[in-house]
């Protein structure tokens, strides 16, 4: 850790928080990685690029126990290019989203608890740096009850994936000034184009020129998801997105996607970081994750498994409402990847 990270990493609320934010700056994210995971047909992976000095992107999934039951979330967040510090931003964000989720002292209905997570964290990266990093986010929660909740902020894309029928459909929208303008039914939009405008983002993580509260919330339920569900950061897809669908619908499995959609963002210029999670079905349906451990988080981060003790812990919360609430549009074989699994309990902690 760098004198920066650490003073984050330092001031950060938990203990989850903090140890989940510090395995995120490792280097393990400038090589790139792929893991399949254990027990489930899911696998991520992530590769900088040939031509970015660094890889801002930064993703995680996991399951997390609480009050006798469980959750499963997959996230991955972009740094925004342009700003210094887009690969903190990621960081912070998944941090400080799984610290609040895992925290036993929050008793909001699950949607709820994810837009307060995502507040916390915006807020969070907002007062850590300042407006010099901002992030996307795709993020993707089941529960043990049947629910399953998916949110998107930026250009990464979250998809439903149905390997039983080669088929794979986008939920979510960029948020991209381009899009905006196209509610206005506008016919005209060169300028766009003229003031370098097409493609810019709408609305990420952290941004310094406005508050939480203007966030735009777009919810996916699980109507939108019957097998499975696939969430990629824009450099794996953007070079060619008709490739990037032929790929995913002739793959055999999770870890097949990851391969191939890695493998295709290079072989297309390698022009940005590319970062993917895939799942073929409910990773909560699992008979693995049937046998969770009460209270516990166990995150997978690159090729490291983590398991924690979820905090009591209260966190100090900010502006967590938002007012410009959306409402969505209607509508295996062992791998030969390499993992570790640690065990990290908190000093005065008594496992349950």
Known sequence: MNEQQFGIYSSLETFIEQEIFRELCSNIFGIGVTNKIEGIDGALGTHPGLKRKRNE???????????????????LCD?????????LASSLAIA??????STENTNEHLQKKIENAVLYADKTIQDKLLGDGATTLSLLVASSSGEIYALNIGDSRIFSWEPSKKALTQVS???TIENEVSKLNIKDKTALEAFGLKGTLSQALGESNRNSNDLNFVFYDKSYFNEGFILVSDGAWKDSETSFDKVIKNAANSLDVVRRTLALATWCGGTDNSSIIAFSSNPVLTTENKNFRHNHSNIIIGDTKYSFLNEKTNIKRASLSYKNKKKPPTKSKKDDTNSKEITIVPIGNNDK
């Open 79 to 87: 740094g925004v290019g342009g700003s210094a510090f887009g690969d």
């Open 57 to 75: 992107d930064r993703l995680a999934v996991g399951s997390i126990t609480l009050n006798n039951s469980l959750i499963y979330c997959a996230i």
């Open 173 to 175: 929208c960029d948020d």
């Open 96 to 101: 400080t989203i799984f610290g609040y989720l």
